[in-house]
């Protein structure tokens, strides 16, 4: 079995992290009832024996003694992760996990990558050796950050391009909120396309999501919720933004709702790898099957069903109601319609009871609404774990390599190209040192290089399939 | 004579134990239909076969356990243990953590010669216990990484560790509307890999036990156990012992040996399909009569019109006529022509069966005798609790369209370069594919030509 470390910078990415934590303690919870230390904890969590204080030695079999996370808290505001260690979470984390300054980033990514990069890297640098010395196998870094801002965009790559150095072998699985169009930080593009270039560069695979998508899944619930068009009641475990049963109860946070998606995307992409099933996927197999040329490696996500009914009956038609809004734009963690784009890849991993043959049934059902690459007409990747995630009784995550997600980019690509050419707020960057105009040119320049690459795929969608002639063997 | 069983990967591993399971509850059950002394017989074949005796009275299966990451096999192990019926050797078996990855050249160049020594160690051991060593049987699918690579590479180190010892491979054929996207590739790279190590390929598509599953069993919600079972059936119809035609009084000594010497007389012809009837669910059995007149027919027709099962066969397919020799060029078209064929009947009044019309020379290509071309395997023990029962091994051109398909997208996928940088990453180059793709393309256009 193998093991993660997730390394949380900035606000938004330590505040999505925390709910991951939360979640992924439920969900062990819920699983393991003999309280024994198992594999598919430790892929997240170590074993530490706290009897002779926080420097105990790890516990490899047998009884939970104090669990600790498998992470690294990075901020260069002290604000999150302090409440993060007061809040009911504090015990699963210690000092020696935690990397914070006083005065933030300024929402400048030359401030996260370069100044703090360079006065923090031997720290980081250490942590992360501690972390992985304490994985039998470590598989994958999971980096959460926000790419709008100074931390979680110029830190947070910072960190990246050190996972790269450090630890060649590692996965690197970015999970990167982009920033709206009507983002109140006003350099927030000069900031993603800054990072989006050390995503092209070093990341293994990136999830984009956008705060629109995770809001208007969180009003939809609601929503359905308050309309009383739902016949029974709903679990109120099993809403994808539901906080119930886990550790932090009281005091609901604004961004908790949206951010419980995040932490439920991450915990189902990691599901098959920690637990049992008929058709295991793990993470090094997402990577191989969805990236079929280096640098697009941005896969588009969703998760159903968003809730579940306390009756425990399920006919197979809700089973396939499940598949088919997994293509639907609105359960999109981006804004992005991939019915109407065109599919490079696509992975499903089902969880609960489900069989092959369902699998089956709806791909062949979706297959001629959806639209592949000619090279990958039957492009699928599946997977099947047995345990549920909290409430449900079965779930599917869909994870799309998809030219939809070109819009984002275009739109960011614009909008970066609009304070650009004013040269707005650029003497905020540049007066950083190691930061140079070439470093705006060859970021707008490796988006643009992305983005063409997505138009050139695109070009051939709906054209005439054409079979490359095989090798003709003389008889 | 026995036969050490190497499971590789999730579906090996996963088919393995189903197999092992359905050849310990026929050889338990009661319904041999036979005498005593014959059904003894059985017993202590398929033992000596398959099962080591211990003394704890548990037979402990002749088999090595091989995966990349460890949830599998630890299922496996306990389901066999659970079962109180028989059992792993708790040794037998090697994982490693992480996996591979679904990338063949991470099993084949990175885990293959990491770990050969201490895999090889296991088989080596398995083959001492044996008295006499029949061969090796490796159930691997060639969708994934661990048992497409790795079943590749340990494929190659049992030939040179073991060079006169026969070597099967059971190979799983994956959905063709993808389990993995990278599938096609992968099975390019194994069974190019494997034509040249092993001695013969036995295939299983999903596609096709899938349809078995929902036609034939009636099972609604069909899980990969119960296609698992399916095949743990079918493989067992061939493997439990036999008498052979001039074997004398006893069951055949040497299953592997005799299974290669009448399917593949040439080396360029490896690949053998398998059918089996009747299929149907255990709780039909009671209702059921069949007639070997019945199922002869019928299995002659799957195989002349190269149907998957014995619904839906298409009986307008006739073998061109007796004589007049037609270039392999204007024989109807969809007419199956068959190299080697081999029949395993058991049940009820099997020495009555007449399989003359399997001996027709219509059926097969000019260069062997039917009556070489042609053999027949029979025991009046029942099998599985099915009164009668009838298999066909095959090395015909039952797999020429499915293997054609796999090799045409694969080459699509080759030619737009995608996912190759995966596998360069891992040592495979480019002219590496391409020299399994020549090997594949000389062995679809030598089972065309026919």
């Keep these: 079995m193998t093991q993660s470390v997730v390394v949380q910078v900035g606000q938004c990415g330590n505040q999505v992290g925390c709910r991951f934590w939360d979640l992924a303690l439920r969900e062990h919870a819920a699983v393991n009832k003999k309280g024994m230390y198992d594999e598919a904890l430790s892929s997240f969590f170590r074993n530490v024996d706290t009897r002779s204080g926080d420097n105990g030695p790890d516990i490899y079999k047998g009884k939970i003694c104090s669990l600790k996370a498998r992470a690294l808290l990075i901020d260069m505001e002290e604000g999150v992760v302090n409440e993060i260690l007061q809040g009911p979470l504090r015990d699963v984390f210690d000092s020696k996990q935690l990397i914070t300054d006083v005065s933030g980033s300024g929402n400048n990514w030359a401030v996260g990558h370069k100044i703090y990069g360079c006065q923090y890297r031997e720290n980081i640098v250490e942590k992360l050796r501690k972390t992985a010395e304490h994985c039998d196998c470590l598989q994958c870094f999971f980096i959460i950050h926000s790419m709008g801002g100074g931390t979680g965009s110029g830190l947070g790559t910072f960190v990246l391009n050190l996972l790269e150095e450090e630890f060649p072998e590692v996965y690197r699985f970015v999970t990167s909120v982009y920033p709206s169009g009507e983002d109140d930080v006003i350099t927030s593009p000069y900031n993603s396309v800054l990072a989006m270039k050390e995503l092209n560069e070093h990341a293994d695979c990136v999830l984009p999501i956008e705060n629109e998508s995770l809001f208007e899944i969180v009003n939809k619930i609601h929503q359905m919720i308050n309309s009383g068009k739902l016949g029974s009641t709903v679990k109120q475990n099993s809403l994808v933004t539901s906080s119930a049963g886990s550790a932090r109860t009281l005091q609901v946070k604004p961004f908790d709702a949206m951010n419980n998606i995040v932490a439920n995307l991450l915990l189902n992409l990691t599901s098959s790898a920690r637990f049992e099933g008929s058709l295991n996927m793990d993470l090094n197999e997402i990577s191989m099957n969805l990236v079929p040329f280096p640098r697009l490696h941005y896969l588009v996500s969703s998760l159903t069903p968003l809730y579940t009914l306390a009756d425990v009956n399920v006919p197979s038609r809700r089973l396939d109601q499940m598949f088919s809004d997994a293509f639907s734009r609105d359960h999109q963690l981006i804004q992005a319609d991939p019915k109407h784009s065109l599919y490079l890849a696509c992975a499903l991993l089902v969880r609960g009871n489900v069989e092959v043959s369902d699998l089956r049934r709806n791909i062949e059902r979706l297959k001629p609404s959806l639209h592949f690459v000619s090279w990958n007409q039957e492009g699928w990747k599946t997977g099947l774990c047995s345990i549920p995630p909290v409430g449900h009784s079965h779930s599917l995550l869909a994870l799309a390599n998809n030219t939809c997600v070109k819009p984002t980019f275009i739109e960011l690509k614009d909008r970066f190209m609009k304070l650009y050419k004013k040269k707005a707020h650029l003497h905020h960057y540049l007066q950083i040192d190691g930061m140079e105009q070439s470093c705006f040119s060859e970021a707008i320049s490796s988006l643009s290089d992305l983005i063409e690459e997505y138009n050139e795929l695109d070009a051939t969608k709906g054209g005439p399939r054409i079979d490359a002639s095989r090798l003709k063997i003389a008889v | ?450």
């Design chain 2, 1 to 450: 004579m026995s036969i050490v069983t190497v499971q590789l990967g999730q579906c090996g591993n996963q088919i393995g134990h189903e197999v092992f399971s359905a050849l310990c509850s026929d050889v338990r059950g009661t319904h041999g239909l036979c005498s005593k002394k014959e059904n003894e017989s059985y017993q202590d074949s398929c033992k000596e076969r398959f099962f080591c005796e211990e003394e704890s009275g548990v037979p402990v299966a002749r088999a090595v356990l091989v995966d990349m990451e460890p949830k599998v096999i630890s299922q496996t192990l306990s389901m066999a243990a659970r079962s109180g019926h028989w059992r792993y050797n708790s040794h037998s078996h090697f994982c490693q953590k992480q996996g591979s990855g679904n990338n063949w050249a991470n099993g084949y160049s990175v885990h293959g010669p990491r770990h050969k020594e201490a895999i090889m160690n296991l088989v080596q051991k398995e083959a001492e216990k044996c008295d006499r060593l029949g061969g090796f049987f490796t159930i691997m699918s060639m969708a994934g990484g661990t048992g497409s690579g790795l079943g590749a590479f340990v494929t190659q180190c049992l030939r040179d560790a073991f060079p006169t010892s026969f070597i099967l491979n059971h190979v799983v054929w994956p959905y063709g509307t993808g389990e993995v996207i990278v599938q096609n590739y992968n099975s390019v790279l194994t069974l190019s890999h494997l034509y040249h190590s092993s001695d013969a390929l036995l295939v299983h598509e999903n596609d096709v036990i899938h349809k078995i599953c929902a036609q034939l069993m009636n099972i609604k919600q069909i899980s990969f156990r119960d296609v698992n079972q399916v095949i743990a059936h079918q493989l067992g119809s061939v493997f439990q012992p036999t008498h052979t035609a001039g074997g004398g009084s006893g069951y055949s000594r040497n299953p592997l040996g005799d299974l290669m010497e009448t399917l593949v007389p040439h080396p360029e012809f490896r690949l053998l399909g398998l059918r089996n009837i009747p299929q149907m669910p255990e709780k039909s059995l009671p209702y059921s009569a069949f007639s070997w007149p019945g199922l002869v027919k019928h299995l002659r027709q799957m195989l002349i019109a190269n149907a998957q099962m014995e619904e839906g066969i298409d009986w307008q397919v006739r073998p061109p006529h007796p004589g007049s020799s037609i270039p392999s060029t204007n024989k109807p078209l969809h007419f199956n022509t068959s190299i080697a064929n081999l029949v395993i009947l058991r049940g009820k009044d099997v020495h009555s069966v007449d399989l003359g019309s399997f001996q027709d020379p219509s059926l097969y290509t000019s260069w062997l005798n039917p009556q070489d071309a042609f053999n027949a395997w029979k025991t009046p023990r029942a099998f599985n609790k099915y009164e009668k029962s009838a298999s066909l091994v095959s090395n015909s051109q039952f797999l020429l369209k499915p293997l054609d398909s796999i090799v045409g997208k694969a080459w699509n996928m080759f030619a737009s370069k995608a996912y190759l940088h995966q596998y360069t990453k891992f040592g495979i180059q480019e002219e590496d594919f391409l020299d399994c793709f020549t090997t594949l393309e000389q062995v679809i256009s030598s089972y065309t030509n026919l």
